[in-house]
């Protein structure tokens, strides 16, 4: 098989990812953090703070600002429900993963109003018509960085200019770009970033997290065991327990902390993999009939991820062609972005899109150009 659905998982990971999964069970030596004062909860405790740290280099962040989640969607869930409350307003985004948009769309329902900065043909955000969207109770942005369909990455300026300007606190989506491009976080404004593991990070699925600035007013959200404080009827609201509620995934934990290891161990490699892939793959694409690329063009604002369409063809049909034809696995559809299918006319059809990883080779790209040739040409 000749894998391109990385944007849903990566399912090739660095050899040591599995490795430190399996010493961590197998090694007997890693009890519940922070539940007891002896060894094994000690060295728990000291394996998750080490993963803590290896995040906060990828993030610019916090060691102890890193909260741990079982993945994206609950740590945007976690925040969202943290911070955003009736009475706010709140400013989102077409680009947005269902992942933001349901727990946004259950504060709407609530009374929080809703706006939408639409997409433009260059598959930017109109910012300047944006401004429009601000009333007197705008308090968050809510925002994906990297689209999951187009692989388009968000203006980092634009999303701080914004932001600074109306005092918005912001709640982003960092699955796409987090692992695949090489981004300043620190230049973001005061908020939170939400990630996974299981994507770009090339860490074990159920395993994620958020990022969080200094000197919001959250809340928790899901309370219960946290190792100290029982006897309060109130779950802790220091950082990172806030957020932790219960037993952590330690042996995932490990997995992600080798993932964060090897990418930072081989940034330039991987960041530069990535860009020569997308190249490959766009002007190749460029070259071929009979298809619509969903796609700006600007290879170095890309995550390594490109939808497509063939005129002759819904999207689902031509996943299965690929995949029993040649035995290349794409995703077709959705994508669990249903306003950029509004936005772009493909409600119906949906989209079909190639997301590439550091592991993927130029030989596979080769093959999968020549499907998408014969198949939309009928050669």
């Known amino acids: 098989m000749i894998y391109m659905d990385n944007a849903a998982t990566t399912i090739k990971k660095p050899k040591v990812v599995a490795k430190k999964v399996f010493e961590a069970i197998d090694s007997e030596i890693f009890a519940n953090p922070s539940r007891g004062g002896h060894e094994a909860s000690i060295l728990a405790l000291d394996a998750v703070y080490t993963a803590r740290e290896n995040i906060a280099k990828l993030f ?26 009736q009475s706010d307003d709140v400013i989102s985004t077409k680009y947005e993963h269902n992942s933001a948009l349901r727990p946004l769309y259950k504060k709407a329902a609530k009374g929080t109003k ?9 598959f930017t955000l109109d910012w300047e018509n944006a401004k429009k969207l601000i009333t007197k109770n705008t308090k968050f942005l809510v925002i994906n960085l990297a689209s999951n369909i187009t692989g ?24 796409q770009i987090a692992g695949a491009k090489r981004a300043d976080y620190s230049i973001l404004p005061k908020g939170i970033i939400c990630f996974t593991g299981h994507k770009s990070l090339y860490g074990p699925q159920g395993t994620g997290g958020m990022v ?41 934990i490990c997995g992600l902390n080798a993932a964060c290891e090897y990418i930072l161990e081989n940034e330039d490699y991987i960041y530069k993999r990535l860009f020569n892939l997308s190249k490959r793959f766009y002007l190749g694409l460029k070259k071929i009939p009979n298809i619509k690329i969903y796609s700006s063009g600007n290879i170095i604002n890309n995550t390594a991820t490109f939808s497509i369409n063939l005129n002759n063809l819904d999207s689902a ?45 130029f030989e596979e790209i080769d093959i999968a150009l020549n499907a998408i040739d014969i198949i939309a040409n009928k050669k």
């Open 212 to 252: 969080i600035s200094d000197n919001l007013n959250l809340k928790p959200v899901i309370v219960g065991g946290s190792g100290f404080k029982s006897f309060s009827h109130e779950h802790p609201k220091n950082l990172p327990d806030i957020f932790e509620a219960g037993t952590l995934n330690v042996h995932g």
């Open 152 to 175: 388009e990455v968000m203006d980092f300026e634009k999303i701080r200019d914004f932001c600074n300007e109306f005092d918005l606190i912001m709640i982003a989506d960092a699955s």
């Open 317 to 361: 049909e031509f996943e299965l062609k690929l995949e029993e034809e040649y035995g290349i696995a794409i995703r077709s559809g959705s994508h669990c972005a249903p306003l950029v299918h509004e936005r772009f006319n493909t409600v119906e059809k949906g989209m079909a899109r190639f997301s590439f990883s550091s592991f993927n080779t």
């Open 114 to 122: 809703l706006q939408f900065i639409d997409i433009l043909d260059d």
């Open 60 to 85: 610019n962040a916090n060691a102890l600002n890193i909260s741990f989640t079982h993945n994206a969607t609950y740590a945007l869930n976690m925040a969202i429900d943290s911070l955003i409350t």
